[in-house]
Structure formats: structure tokens, C-alpha cells
């Protein structure tokens, strides 16, 4: 069984920054793609970031380009979303999701879709306030 556990999240004013972690557990994480989701209130899932499987491709929300940055850490089995330059509008709930099988090409387009990914985190609250 494949767990993904989201942490880092909370409160923050505009302008400031947070670091997400995602763990993940059960599987080789190596081999899988990460992402990080989020949704507030009364909205839709929405794609912001995520990471080919290497390491070597990283897609970005335009919402979010020049401000978060995706990593991730095979050796500790982690992801990571940095967020820096929080806007009001950043306030939301976060998953972290892994694809275990991840075509050898991919593009912002095909991890945009949540169908995409098969584990999903339980998700952390980031909260900006003004």
C-alpha cells in the first residue's frame, strides 16, 4: 500500500514562505512522478507543480511559475514544494500525488490531470493572510 504524508503547511503572510514535504511510503519512490495539487474553498483541484520521475523536468502552474520550485529527495523518499512571494489567493489546501508509472515523455499538459495520479496525501492547510 502506497502512503503519501503531507507536511509543512500553514499559517503565513503575504509575501513569506513555506516549504511543503510529502513522503511517501510503500513503493519505490524513485520510480514515480510527483505533484502537488491544491483546492480552496468552493473551487476545484487545481494542478500547481510537479516532477518527473529523473528529477530532470519540472512543470509549473503559470500562477505559480518564478515563485514555487519542486524537488524532490529519492534518498529520503520525498518531495518537496518550496513556496515563496505567497499571495492571498495561494490559500488553499495542498495534496501531494504520486504517479507510479509515468510515460518515458510527459508534459504539463498530461500532469495537469489529477486522473492522472493514483495516490493522493491527505493534504495540509496553507493559510496566507494579508
Known amino acids: 500500500q502506497v502512503q503519501l504524508v503531507e507536511s509543512g503547511g500553514g499559517l503565513a503572510q503575504a509575501g513569506g514562505s513555506l516549504r511543503l514535504s510529502c513522503v511517501v511510503s510503500?513503493?519505490?519512490?524513485?520510480?514515480?512522478?510527483i505533484a502537488w495539487f491544491r483546492q480552496a474553498p468552493e473551487k476545484e483541484r487545481e494542478f500547481v507543480a510537479a516532477?518527473?520521475?529523473?528529477?530532470?523536468?519540472?512543470y509549473y502552474a503559470d500562477s505559480v511559475k518564478g515563485r514555487f520550485a519542486i524537488s524532490r529527495d529519492d534518498a529520503k523518499n520525498s518531495g518537496y514544494l518550496q513556496m515563496n512571494g505567497l499571495m492571498l489567493e495561494d490559500t488553499a489546501v495542498y495534496y501531494c500525488?504520486?504517479?507510479?508509472?509515468?510515460?518515458?515523455?510527459?508534459?504539463?499538459?498530461?500532469?495537469?490531470?489529477?486522473?492522472?495520479?493514483?495516490?493522493w496525501g491527505q493534504g495540509t492547510q496553507v493559510t496566507v493572510s494579508s
Open positions: 500525488a504520486a504517479d507510479t508509472n509515468p510515460p518515458s515523455v510527459s508534459s504539463r499538459y498530461y500532469y495537469s490531470r489529477p486522473s492522472v495520479f493514483e495516490y
Open positions: 510503500g513503493r519505490t519512490f524513485s520510480g514515480s512522478a
Open positions: 516532477i518527473s520521475r529523473t528529477g530532470d523536468f519540472t
